[in-house]
């Protein structure tokens, strides 16, 4: 089985993944006709709760909608998720880990994503990767996975309320800042290619 | 002209009909099933405040207990609302008996999230005594048959039983520093905003249709949930993965979400008053 980690640390917030498969799946969880993936997050202090269940979920459909699981039937793919530090952006960073750990791991993806967290200030300025401070202050947190190929909204989640204007003016900032996280994957991904 | 099989085939069974704009139960895309709603003593007598809610075949029953608390140091001027969500064994036979699976888990943190981001109950409304007591309110939202579209159900059981909700006034006697309920006055909750939630289906990376069953659920691509609140204002957008859409499809999906609320709310307003007391 392929064993493959990724550090994604946008700030102090730092996460490490590790991907382990495709391998064998145990009968009770094996799918006839994909591979079955799960994700398991593990916070900094304490169990894991609703809120990770409730996280593992969503990085779980996330992955489930990239990973191209028909051509590894019967098998599973497991992402293990380890919080390091949390000073804000901590799902976006989750969602980045997590798609480098895919992409390091070789699995045959059909688009890459990323996280973007944006933070609606109560004057109604956007703000792009906030702090712990700034996530506290901040009238509504909205969380976008976008997709590579074409932009679109892979994941969406929010937090607080938020006008529907405001929701899609979040969403075309994330769409744009996407950019520079793909270009972050590919330099990271040159680099550790270029020592071997 | 092939024969297409539900059970064979369910996914090109759908497709056809979908072509047609129109379902097999006979809906349309964009239609709701029928939502009937029962509050107060119909439902369950030893709760504060109960509701039933069906939609459709989707049977979801909410009860909200208040308790008494001393509130916590850092915050103690709030009080406390604690959503569980169940899928018992018997709503469906995908759920087996034991602790709560990731789906139950998942709805409760939905709906914890839900009531934090639309403010519907202010913790501080909950406080009796700073620092000293406050109320607790466990609502325990249980589904009773499971045939797609949880969240809907979940959130407008809740609502509705919140809003049925009468609180004994509580008052702390200076003299002893112990609490006295008197059961007597009682009084109904604050409640700010009424958010209603809207799911919807992604088929085939394309269509979006509302109110999935439990079979067009698991056909489905990807699901999408948006609550709104009555000022047209987003409470939540939640999209779990599944097919990529873009902003535009969002869009519609809002824009028909607000057109539910409305229906929501002016059927519960009518239960409301049908068994409020003259």
Not at chain 1, 167 to 191: E, H, K, N, P, W
Not at chain 2, 89 to 100: W, Y
Request: charged fraction near 25%; glycine fraction near 6%.
């Amino acid at each position: 089985p392929r064993r493959d980690r990724a550090v994604c640390a946008p700030g102090d917030t730092s996460v490490l993944a590790g991907l382990y498969g495709p391998a064998e799946a145990k009968i009770s969880k094996e799918l006839p006709d994909r591979a079955a993936l799960e994700v398991l997050l593990r916070p900094k202090v304490g169990l894991p709760g609703v809120l990770e269940r409730s996280r593992e979920q969503l990085l779980r459909q996330t992955c489930e909608a990239v990973v191209l699981g028909v051509l590894h039937p019967r098998t599973a793919i497991s992402l293990v998720l380890q919080v390091l530090s949390d000073a804000g952006s901590l799902l976006s960073c989750c969602l980045n880990a997590a798609c480098m750990a895919l992409l390091d791991a070789g699995l045959p993806l059909t688009a890459l994503f990323c996280g973007v967290t944006c933070a609606l200030q109560p004057d109604g300025s956007i703000l792009l990767d906030p702090t712990a401070r700034q996530e506290q202050e901040a009238r509504a947190i909205l969380t976008f996975a976008i997709a590579s190929s074409d932009r679109k909204v892979l994941m969406a989640t929010t937090k607080g309320s938020c006008s529907v204007e405001e929701m899609q003016q979040c969403l075309a900032a994330a769409q744009r800042a996407a950019g520079t996280i793909f270009q972050f994957y590919r330099d990271s991904v040159r680099r550790r290619y270029s020592k071997c | 002209l092939s024969i297409c099989s539900r059970t064979v085939e369910p996914l090109e069974y759908y497709r056809r009909f979908l072509k047609e704009n129109c379902r097999p139960d006979g809906r349309e895309l964009g239609e709701f099933r029928t939502t009937t709603v029962n509050i107060g003593k119909c439902s369950i007598t030893t709760a504060d405040g109960s509701a039933l809610v069906k939609l459709g075949n989707t049977t979801v029953i909410c009860g909200v207990k208040a308790e008494l608390a001393a509130p916590a140091v850092d915050s103690a001027n709030k009080g406390y609302i604690v959503p569980n969500v169940e899928l018992p064994s018997l709503c469906a036979e995908r759920f087996r008996s034991g602790p709560p699976g990731e789906e139950a888990q998942a709805a409760s943190q939905f709906i914890a999230d839900v009531i934090e981001n639309s403010q519907m109950i202010v913790k501080e409304d909950l406080c009796i005594a700073s620092g000293k007591l406050a109320w607790v309110l466990y609502c325990d939202i249980i589904c009773l048959d499971y045939d797609g579209n949880l969240l809907d159900a979940s959130v407008f059981a809740l609502l509705a039983a919140l809003k049925n909700v009468q609180l004994p006034l509580v008052t702390i006697n200076e003299e002893t520093g112990l609490s006295e309920v008197n059961l007597k006055q009682k009084n109904p909750l604050i409640i700010r905003k009424h958010p209603v939630a809207t799911s919807f289906a992604i088929f085939d990376d394309t269509l979006l249709i509302v109110d999935p069953t439990a079979e067009e659920e698991d056909l489905a691509t990807g699901t999408v949930t948006i609550v709104t609140d009555e000022e047209g204002r987003l409470c939540s957008v939640h999209k779990p993965g599944g097919s990529p859409l873009t902003g535009a499809k969002l869009q519609d999906c809002i824009t028909r979400a607000i057109t539910r609320h409305k229906e929501v709310k002016k059927l519960i307003d009518k239960v409301i008053k049908s068994i409020t007391p003259k």
